[in-house]
């Protein structure tokens, strides 16, 4: 199976910061991974496919970008409703493994 | 609105069998592949199996398989995980979602979730 490993695995960040994170494929995944932001006692909610592509009514303050097993999510000027958890997921093989989160935070 | 909502969490003791169900609305079910993902309480989230429009096709995670049964029932709406031999670390809230192939395999529509909790 391939693994996802994000980086960091929190992180402490202001409104109006730029904030990175990053998610490492095990092994070569195209362009095949996807992020989603989750609230506390929320589903989560999908932002980006595609390594890059934003998801419909995702705010422009979001992107993504990598290819192969390195790949990027990126918050320009945070918002305070930014303040969540944030995994990765490749689809690239069955099992579509999800990364173990990010949590952004105050 | 395009919706889904899982039903049928609850306690169960180890060695237990449970059934959930996620019903949709708002969209044509038949045309789309559908997931199941778990999270265990303050874990991150596990992908766990996903069907096919035809219902013939399934890709299940290891630590599942032998034991979950992923089905459908397109006429219904709605989607099912037959969950058998329940383990202690099964314990987790479970998630259906919508799948759209050419968003690179997106879980676009998620539902609420339903609690399993196993324990003697």
Known sequence: DIQMTQSPSSLLASVGDRVTISCRASRHVSSSVNWFQQKPGKAPEALIFGASTLHSGVPARFSGSGYGTDFTLTIVSLQPEDFA??????????????????KVEV | EVQLVESGGGLVQPGGSLSLSCTATGFTFSRYWMAWVRQAPGKGLEYLDIKD??????????????????FRDNAGSSLHLQMDTLRTEDTAVYYCARVVLEKEWLFDVWGQGTLVTVSA
Do not use: E, N
């Not at chain 2, 219902?55 to 049964?69: I, L, N, P």
């Open chain 1, 85 to 102: 958890h944030y995994y990765c997921q490749h689809t690239y093989s069955t099992p579509w493994t999800f990364g173990q989160g990010t």
């Open chain 2, 53 to 70: 429009q035809d219902d013939s096709k399934r890709r299940s995670v290891a630590s599942v398989q032998g034991r979950f049964t992923i």
